[in-house]
């Protein structure tokens, strides 16, 4: 079974605050995903990485950083946390099969800006 | 550009009777198709997907949706919920290249 795991489940931080969310996923995927999910408006990709060390613009990247130096690991970077981005973030991966792909998701993390 | 629609956002529906949740898609050209679940506190889990072939799929836990190209459609059908089905049930699109796009999602609530 795939398996995406990310650093935490839930998280308190202050404004200001540099975060970073980790994932992590052990299928030796191309494709890693980071989303935010907020009520109403479903999944929104921030940013997406298709190889090491190569990152695409998703559809909010605003704020928001993100790093692959390794295939396993995509961190999600918030330089300095703001309250509108207290969401739940999702980390997900696909194998970049081109077109028949499957997406698959870490528990997600919560994150909460005071 | 994409997109999703996911036509209720919330769906309540008794014990065992049977359940529809729609999703329309923006696309004249080639797309697979994807229906994600997503229970309390956890991420997404892959319901089915279309990706070629037969019209209907059918995927875990008893559900099966159908593909309509003339209508671009791929609704979601349970002919028999449980109380365990109670979830954010996602729709999703991707054509050649690597970005998937999602709906807002649907709430299913079954009622005892």
């Known amino acids: 079974d795939v398996k995406v795991t990310q650093s935490s489940r839930y998280l308190v931080k202050r404004t200001g605050e540099k975060v970073f969310l980790e994932c992590v996923q052990d299928m030796d995927h191309e494709n890693m995903f980071w989303y935010r999910q907020d009520p109403g408006l479903g999944l929104r990709l921030i940013y997406f990485s298709y190889d090491v060390k190569m990152k695409e613009k998703g559809d909010i990247p605003e704020g928001y950083s993100v790093s692959r130096e390794k295939k396993e690991r995509f961190s999600l970077i918030l330089e300095s946390a703001s309250t509108n981005q207290t969401s739940m973030y999702l980390c997900?991966?696909?194998?970049?099969?081109?077109?028949?792909?499957?997406?698959?998701f870490g528990p997600g993390t919560r994150l909460t800006v005071l | 550009a994409q997109s999703v629609t996911q036509l209720d956002s919330q769906v309540p529906v008794f014990e065992e009777a049977p359940v529809e949740l729609r999703c329309n898609y923006s696309?004249?050209?080639?797309?697979?198709l994807f229906w994600y679940v997503q229970y309390p506190n956890q991420g997404l889990q892959l319901l089915l997907k279309y990706l070629s072939g037969s019209t209907l799929v059918k995927g875990i836990n008893g559900f099966e949706a159908e593909f309509n190209k003339s209508q671009t459609s791929f609704h979601l059908r349970k002919p028999s919920v449980h109380i365990s089905d109670t979830a954010e049930y996602f729709c999703?699109?991707?054509?050649?290249?690597?970005?998937?796009?999602f709906g807002t999602g649907t709430s299913l609530t079954v009622i005892p």
């Open positions: 999703a699109v991707k054509r050649t290249g690597n970005q998937f796009y």
């Open positions: 997900a991966s696909s194998p970049g099969l081109a077109g028949a792909d499957t997406q698959y």
């Open positions: 696309s004249s050209v080639s797309v697979y």
